[in-house]
């Protein structure tokens, strides 16, 4: 007999297992031969191992529906139950953009013309580059897309990586380890994860490597197979790093790049590696290239006109 424990932190318990344990109870009908046992925002399981992929794979469909609906349908809650619900969650799909799911039931969508144009082209390739001005929803974007085929099991983790370039300083000693050094260059990805995945949960996967966080250069070396891959502020990587980080990919791996051509902080603009990425692997298929605009931001009505505005001055 093997024990599992499942996280349901940030999933409302109303909706999961109704009035008075209700749907919790048809829960247990329906795997008699599982131990279920409710504990603060855990389940935890006791049964066979095949028994167990059953229930997992059943309550995945559970918690897909229950997210992504306002008021559950008791007669479509039952068909997941029976698990012949796969018919309903791929209506429910069909009928809106929503992404996934966040905390606490949040609707994560692609907003804008591009960032529907970076969901599509993910369905249709493995390699994308994002390439736009800040507060298009780029980043974001991309790590909704890495969270949703990570729930999906698509992939078995997701790696999200920056170079770790200073934005015009020069800020000296950082004290701390390796990683405390680092983290302020990564706060933006912690950011947009925490809107996606339950603090507990994510937690979780930072400790077990599910979800890798790491600087560029401790990409060297490594084969990235079955993984959502992102590498993020991408203009502030020489032509050498961005070659390294490439040739990366392995088998069953999806590479976002996203990057700001406008924002690029090396000590020569030259040295930026994506623009020539961009110029020598344009024509290449299976490769898209998606340039967002000032149509795509996302953030407060002002940084659109910030932005149109150095780009007159550039020009």
């Known amino acids: 007999m093997i024990e599992k424990k499942i996280n349901v932190e940030g999933i409302d318990p109303v909706k999961l297992f109704g ?6 109870d048809r829960l247990k009908q329906n795997f008699p031969r599982i131990m279920i046992i409710s504990r603060g925002s855990e389940l935890i399981l006791r049964g066979e191992e095949k028994e167990l992929a059953r229930f997992e794979k059943t309550f995945n469909l559970l918690i897909d529906y229950i997210q992504g609906t306002e008021n559950p349908d008791e007669q479509e809650m039952e068909e997941l139950l029976q698990g012949n619900g796969k018919e309903i969650l791929a209506n429910k799909k069909a009928s809106g953009d929503v992404l996934l799911y966040g905390e606490s039931g949040k609707p994560i969508r692609a907003r804008t013309v591009n960032q529907k144009a ?56 950082l004290p701390g380890d390796y990683k405390e050094k680092l983290d302020p260059y990564l706060q933006p990805l912690y950011a947009a994860l925490n809107d996606m995945i339950p603090s507990r949960k994510l937690r979780g996967f930072l400790e077990d490597n599910t979800i890798q966080i790491a600087p560029l250069a401790f990409m060297r070396g490594r084969t990235l197979d079955n993984a959502f891959v992102i590498l993020d502020e991408a203009q502030n990587a020489t032509a050498m790093q961005l070659k390294m980080f490439l040739t990366r990919m392995g088998k069953n791996a999806t590479f976002i790049i996203t990057g700001d051509l406008t924002q690029i902080d090396l000590p020569s603009k030259r040295d930026s590696g994506l623009l020539r990425a961009i110029d020598l692997l344009k024509k290449i298929e299976g490769i898209s290239i998606v340039y967002f605009d000032t149509r795509d931001i996302v953030r407060h009505k002002l940084v659109k006109h910030i932005v149109k505005a150095y780009e007159a001055s550039q020009e």
């Open 19 to 24: 009035i008075n344990n209700s749907r919790f």
């Open 118 to 173: 970076l969901v599509k082209s993910c369905e249709e390739t493995d390699l994308m580059f994002a390439i736009g001005p800040a507060g298009t929803g780029k980043t974001y974007t991309a790590i909704a897309l890495a969270v949703r085929a990570l729930k999906q099991r698509q992939v078995k983790r997701i790696i999200l990586t920056r170079p770790a370039v200073e934005a015009g300083e020069r800020l000296g000693f």
